[in-house]
T-cell receptor
Framework: DAKTTQPPSMDCAEGRAANLPCNHS???????VYWYRQIHSQGPQYIIH???NNETNEMASLIITEDRKSSTLILPHATLRDTAVYYC???????????FGSGTQLTVLP | NAGVTQTPKFRVLKTGQSMTLLCAQD?????MYWYRQDPGMGLRLIHY???????AKGEVPDGYNVSRLKKQNFLLGLESAAPSQTSVYFC??????????????FGPGTRLTVT
């Protein structure tokens, strides 16, 4: 699976959009991009995933560049409850496990 | 739906003791997983199961055994606990099938301390 690179930490003002970047320059054509988050002391929570096209659900939007070498998770109106560690994972259907790296600590400020 | 539940939530063991962690899911998921998370670290996969009666090793299987006798339950056993197994243990489950395979639903975790 492709290695992903994320900034270790980011801040965002409450009510503003939070844009979390992820670099996956070695991603192959059959690898999906998955995003999870982990709020302190809780189990990880699935957010969204995509292959080529941009995706949106009730939690977030995922923007994948045309060359698929990077992506951005967008939380459109961040709240204090969105403070968490966000993990970007590139993985193919033939893999057998998710590998969680160090992620980005997002802190939403009041 | 309760989703994924884990029992117990907390446990303190002495070195050499044994215990079993129980994970249950009510979403009719085929796949189930056990992870551990050490302080300040990411999750690491211990064992997983792709269906009732099947289990497989993950990244860090040593010192653990698992069983999947019923589709909805996945048990993690520690036969002889060691301080290095002090961690938070998370169970997860998912549907099978391409694309959604890694949309995993996690339980609240079991905090285990081995003294």
């Amino acid at each position: 699976d492709a290695k992903t690179t994320q900034p270790p930490s980011m801040d965002c003002a409450e009510g503003r959009a939070a844009n979390l970047p992820c670099n996956h320059s070695t991603i192959s054509g059959n690898e999906y991009v998955y995003w999870y988050r982990q709020i302190h002391s809780q189990g990880p929570q699935y957010i969204i995933h995509g292959l080529k096209n941009n995706e949106t659900n009730e939690m977030a939007s995922l923007i994948i560049t045309e060359d698929r070498k990077s992506s951005t998770l967008i939380l459109p109106h961040a709240t204090l409850r969105d403070t968490a560690v966000y993990y970007c994972i590139a993985i193919s259907g033939s893999a057998r496990q998710l590998t969680f790296g160090s992620g980005t600590q997002l802190t939403v400020l009041p | 739906n309760a989703g994924v539940t884990q029992t117990p939530k907390f446990r303190v063991l002495k070195t050499g003791q044994s215990m079993t962690l129980l994970c249950a899911q009510d979403m009719n998921h085929e796949y189930m997983y056990w992870y551990r998370q050490d302080p300040g670290m990411g999750l690491r996969l211990i064992h997983y199961s792709v269906g009732e009666g099947t289990t497989a090793k993950g990244e860090v299987p040593d010192g653990y055994n698992v069983s999947r006798l019923k589709k909805q339950n996945f048990l993690l056993g520690l036969e002889s606990a060691a301080p290095s197994q002090t961690s938070v243990y998370f169970c997860a489950s998912s549907y099978s099938g391409d694309g959604n395979l890694y949309e995993q639903y996690f339980g609240p975790g079991t905090r285990l301390t081995v003294t």
